[in-house]
T-cell receptor, first 111, second 115 residues
Framework: KNQVEQSPQSLIILEGKNCTLQCNYTVSPFSNLRWYKQDTGRGPVSLTIMTFSENTKSNGRYTATLDADTKQSSLHITASQLSDSASYICVVSAGIHDMRFGAGTRLTVKP | ETGVTQSPTHLIKTRGQQVTLRCSSQSGHNTVSWYQQALGQGPQFIFQYYREEENGRGNFPPRFSGLQFPNYSSELNVNALELDDSALYLC??????????????FGPGTRLTVL
């Protein structure tokens, strides 16, 4: 069973709207949590990295939150753009060589 | 662009054959990691090289092997290909050996199809 679960599996929103993607994990011990954006046919691109002591991190219109107690993270996208259409992958690291990837949320932004 | 390149972009092989995939890391990055990404799934960690030595491995059999060279290039070799090896293979380079806040820069991937 994957120790990093993402929801929803896919999401369709209208341009300009906000959305929130969820990531729940059971990985232990916990080192850090990362969100990546992966365009179709491309490699993932890092959006945010959060360690245990951080509970929010922003990168432009992307804001990630982390609740290490409940082992939940969310990625909030504000004022979505067509170029936000991609897969968003949550990655939880238990150590240097132990990165667990979620299956991703496929986001489609429509005009 | 991340500055990480991979070749070839696409590759078709038959079962039982051997394949070599190549990655060129960002200059100065001593660490390269390789991942296998099946369709609709997140990447799975294959192994990591730091300064030309393997220093971490995921749950992949020995027929998956690698090399890292001093010029920041690396290879992933897969012997005795199986149908399930069909996937997108990603390499990622980073400055350190995967520290807590070490950013990985991914290449565009090689799409391998095994028939």
């Amino acid at each position: 069973k994957n120790q990093v679960e993402q929801s929803p599996q896919s999401l369709i929103i209208l341009e300009g709207k906000n959305c929130t993607l969820q990531c729940n994990y059971t990985v232990s011990p916990f080192s850090n949590l990362r969100w990546y954006k992966q365009d179709t046919g491309r490699g993932p691109v890092s959006l945010t990295i959060m360690t245990f002591s951080e509970n929010t991190k922003s990168n432009g219109r992307y804001t990630a939150t982390l609740d290490a107690d409940t082992k939940q993270s969310s990625l909030h996208i504000t004022a979505s753009q067509l170029s936000d259409s991609a897969s968003y992958i949550c990655v939880v690291s238990a150590g240097i060589h132990d990165m667990r990837f979620g299956a991703g949320t496929r986001l489609t932004v429509k005009p | 662009e991340t500055g990480v390149t991979q070749s070839p972009t696409h590759l078709i092989k038959t079962r039982g054959q051997q394949v070599t995939l190549r990655c060129s890391s960002q200059s100065g990055h001593n660490t390269v990691s390789w991942y296998q990404q099946a369709l609709g799934q997140g990447p799975q960690f294959i192994f990591q090289y730091y300064r030309e030595e393997e220093n971490g491995r995921g749950n992949f059999p020995p027929r998956f092997s690698g090399l890292q060279f001093p010029n920041y290039s690396s290879e992933l070799n897969v012997n005795a290909l199986e149908l399930d090896d069909s996937a997108l293979y990603l390499c990622a380079s980073s400055l350190l050996a995967g520290g807590p806040t070490d950013t990985q820069y991914f290449g565009p991937g090689t799409r391998l199809t095994v028939l």
